[in-house]
Nanobody, 121 residues
Framework: VQLQASGGGLVQAGGSLRLSCAAS?????MGWFRQAPGKEREFVAA???????YYADSVKGRFTISRDSAKKTVYLQMNSLKPEDTAVYYC???????????????????WGQGTLVTVSS
């Protein structure tokens, strides 16, 4: 499965961006991770076929993940962006993950190339 992410860019604090990730095939779950300079890659959000949605606490209420199964595309709407949201955002997909496993990068089989999001203060 190939994943193609897009939509990153530079935005001021408080602004919004929408990321998109198109997959070459359908997968059980699709999600987003991010990695800031010098930090570990961390979970952001995920959505599965059953429309079960997972969010990291740091983005709840600000980010919204959605999925268009027909287009094999997942979206991440990011509102009220903060400078600490600055990172490379990676799209990921998994053939399966458990309820808690969906939060872990080790559950994901496929990764996109990453798109940079920079939030200025």
């Amino acid at each position: 499965v190939q994943l193609q992410a897009s939509g990153g860019g530079l935005v001021q604090a408080g602004g919004s961006l929408r990321l998109s990730c198109a997959a070459s095939a359908s997968t059980y779950v699709m999600g987003w991770f991010r990695q800031a300079p010098g930090k570990e890659r961390e979970f952001v959000a995920a959505i599965n076929y059953g429309i079960r949605i997972y969010y990291a606490d740091s983005v709840k209420g600000r980010f919204t993940i959605s999925r268009d199964s027909a287009k094999k595309t997942v979206y991440l709407q990011m509102n009220s962006l903060k400078p600490e949201d600055t990172a490379v955002y990676y799209c990921a997909a998994a053939t399966y993950c458990s309820e808690y496993g969906c939060y872990s990068k080790t559950s994901y089989n496929y990764w996109g190339q990453g798109t940079l999001v920079t939030v200025s203060s």
